[in-house]
């Protein structure tokens, strides 16, 4: 981790030099808050625990700055009194007193603070100085490989979005965390949110549409990466389906991906449930006038519904992070679908399969945490699972990598043996065992055992659906 902030720095600076000659002019800084900042830093130690969910040390924009702070967090680290001593002396035993300005500088530092009352508005002063030289710095950049012909298109963004990243995840490291004190009152508060869900008789979390899933989960959790897997053709898209139409009957805005199917055709899957006519009728225009006025009545029903559709086969996890981010922003993401795991590009190409989809998995959870939505992620299972006499599947048999297991909140596994089975086979929060409900997936429709559809059958022909 050193090493790479130390060849991060190296880079920011070499580049941010190069720019400084191109353009003769120097980056956003603002020397004078830095030299508050330190200076503050070292007349009161709580000063620290301030700044640092803001800066770092590759903050400042003065090489002596960085130094100079870096040195402060070794004291503070060091468990020892952060004043004008402490840091003298640790410069010293770091040998580049003399490199910072010696002596006389360190006190000049602290004869700058006026009072420590606005240091965190100092604090973002600078967070937000550094934020603009680097967004100067990768933009230089990517304009100079945009005219490279010999780079992919695909690998110019996804340098892109790492150097990107890279930016969100030094700000992120500077969070020192956050006290008892507040974790205790917001986790208090979403209990109190749950139990009043709970009395009134609706899940805490956004409804599956199946009460015995709910009961169990207590609906899709926010932070929460659920994983549903099934071996090809027994229903995952149709399911998949069907929770995405009951959130945005909640109201929730659904991103859903389809990495299989074109929007349209998902979209027929969803009419053949809507207007109660077989799928493979709508498939295959078997369509008389009443079937046209169900599916216009049900098309009326499903063009309000708050779900955005994405079927772009190469598209990768980052570009599903990146989305996610975006579209939370604009309060259009509560919670994202995608079919399947298997189908997303991956980042690193080069990398072993088995790592891709660790990847995969450790990005789609810490979406779900960043953004405080719940991911239902879809996935192909072993076709061991096949050779057994009851079909049942286990934790061992998600395909491919361990990391599913280990990243996933909640592993879900849809089956067939003499009917469609669910399954909980992982919840962190609490039960497991198999769930009762009742499918007709010819319809795409899924419900309690209890709740009785109708099968409106138009004619006595038995369907082969094709494997979705």
């Given at each position: 981790?050193?090493?790479?902030?130390k060849?991060y720095k190296?880079?920011q600076?070499?580049?941010?030099?190069?720019?400084?000659?191109?353009?003769?002019k120097?980056?956003?800084?603002a020397?004078?808050?830095?030299?508050?900042v330190l200076?503050?830093?070292?007349?009161?130690?709580?000063?620290?625990?301030?700044?640092?969910?803001?800066?770092?040390?590759?903050?400042?924009?003065?090489?002596?700055?960085?130094?100079i702070?870096?040195?402060?967090?070794?004291?503070v680290?060091?468990?020892?009194?952060?004043?004008?001593?402490?840091?003298?002396q640790?410069l010293?035993?770091?040998?580049?007193?003399?490199?910072?300005?010696?002596?006389?500088?360190?006190?000049?530092?602290?004869?700058?603070?006026?009072?420590?009352?606005?240091?965190?508005?100092?604090?973002?002063?600078?967070?937000?100085?550094?934020?603009?030289?680097?967004m100067?710095?990768?933009?230089?950049?990517?304009?100079?490989?945009s005219?490279?012909?010999?780079?992919d298109?695909?690998?110019?963004?996804?340098?892109?979005?790492?150097?990107?990243?890279?930016?969100?995840?030094?700000?992120?490291?500077?969070?020192?965390?956050?006290?008892?004190?507040?974790?205790?009152?917001?986790?208090?508060?979403?209990?109190?949110?749950?139990?009043?869900?709970?009395?009134?008789?609706?899940?805490?979390?956004?409804?599956?549409?199946?009460?015995?899933?709910?009961?169990?989960?207590?609906?899709?959790?926010?932070?929460?990466l659920?994983?549903?897997?099934?071996?090809?053709?027994?229903?995952?898209?149709?399911f998949?389906?069907?929770?995405?139409?009951?959130?945005?009957?909640?109201g929730?805005?659904?991103?859903f991906?389809?990495?299989?199917?074109?929007?349209?055709?998902?979209?027929r899957?969803l009419?053949s449930?809507?207007?109660?006519?077989?799928?493979s009728?709508?498939?295959?225009?078997?369509?008389?006038?009443?079937?046209?006025e169900?599916i216009?009545?049900?098309?009326?029903?499903?063009?309000?519904?708050?779900?955005?559709w994405?079927?772009?086969a190469?598209?990768?996890?980052?570009?599903?992070?990146?989305?996610?981010?975006?579209?939370?922003?604009?309060?259009?993401?509560?919670?994202?679908?995608?079919?399947?795991?298997?189908?997303?590009?991956?980042?690193d190409?080069?990398?072993?399969?088995?790592?891709?989809?660790?990847?995969?998995?450790?990005?789609?959870?810490?979406?779900?945490?960043?953004?405080?939505?719940?991911?239902?992620?879809?996935?192909?299972?072993?076709?061991e699972?096949?050779?057994?006499?009851?079909?049942?599947?286990?934790?061992?048999?998600?395909?491919?990598?361990g990391?599913?297991?280990?990243?996933?909140?909640?592993?879900?596994?849809?089956?067939?043996?003499?009917?469609?089975?669910?399954?909980i086979g992982?919840?962190?929060?609490?039960?497991?065992?198999?769930?009762?409900?009742?499918?007709?997936?010819?319809?795409?429709?899924?419900t309690?055992?209890?709740l009785?559809?109708?099968?409106?059958m138009?004619?006595?022909?038995?369907?082969?659906e094709?494997?979705?």
């Open positions: 981790m050193v090493e790479k902030q060849n190296d880079r600076k070499s580049n941010l030099d190069e720019l400084n000659a191109r353009y003769g120097l980056p956003p800084q020397l004078d808050v830095e030299e508050a200076g503050a830093l070292m007349l009161e130690r709580e000063t620290y625990q301030v700044v640092s969910g803001y800066i770092d040390t590759l903050s400042f924009y003065k090489e002596a700055h960085q130094k702070f870096e040195t402060i967090k070794s004291v680290t060091k468990n020892k009194p952060v004043d004008l001593l402490t840091v003298t640790e010293k035993d770091r040998g580049i007193l003399d490199e910072v300005g010696g002596p006389a500088y360190i006190t000049q530092l602290t004869s700058r603070v006026a009072s420590v009352a606005h240091i965190e508005f100092y604090a973002r002063i600078i967070a937000q100085k550094f934020i603009q030289r680097e100067i710095r990768i933009s230089s950049e990517i304009q100079s490989k005219y490279d012909d010999s780079l298109v695909d690998d110019l963004i996804d340098f892109t979005r790492s150097e990107l990243n890279a930016i969100d995840n030094f700000i992120t490291s500077a969070n020192p965390g956050q006290i008892t004190e507040v974790v205790a009152k917001n986790a208090l508060h979403d209990i109190d949110a749950d139990a009043k869900a709970i009395q009134a008789g609706i899940s805490p979390g956004i409804s599956s549409g199946i009460s015995d899933l709910d009961r169990a989960l207590g609906g899709w959790r926010n932070t929460n659920v994983i549903l897997a099934a071996r090809p053709g027994v229903g995952k898209t149709s998949a389906l069907h929770l995405a139409v009951t959130a945005a009957r909640q929730k805005w659904v991103n991906y389809g990495l299989e199917m074109k929007n349209e055709d998902l979209f899957i009419l449930g809507e207007a109660g006519i077989p799928r009728n709508i498939r295959d225009g078997r369509l008389d006038s009443v079937d046209w169900k216009n009545v049900a098309t009326g029903q499903l063009e309000p519904l708050t779900i955005l994405n079927d772009y190469g598209t990768t996890v980052a570009q599903i992070k990146a989305n996610t981010t975006r579209n939370k922003k604009a309060g259009k993401c509560d919670i994202v679908i995608i079919d399947y795991l298997q189908l997303m590009k991956p980042t190409k080069k990398a072993i399969r088995e790592q891709q989809i660790a990847d995969m998995t450790r990005t789609l959870k810490e979406t779900a945490l960043s953004e405080n939505i719940p991911v239902i992620c879809l996935s192909q299972l072993n076709r699972v096949e050779k057994r006499t009851d079909k049942e599947p286990n934790l061992s048999d998600l395909r491919e990598s990391a599913i297991e280990q990243d996933a909140d909640v592993v879900l596994f849809l089956y067939e043996n003499d009917g469609l089975h669910l399954k992982k919840n962190r929060r609490g039960k497991r065992g198999k769930v009762n409900f009742q499918a007709n997936e010819e319809k795409t429709q899924f309690d055992v209890e009785q559809y109708s099968i409106d138009t004619t006595n022909e038995t369907f082969e094709q494997p979705f």
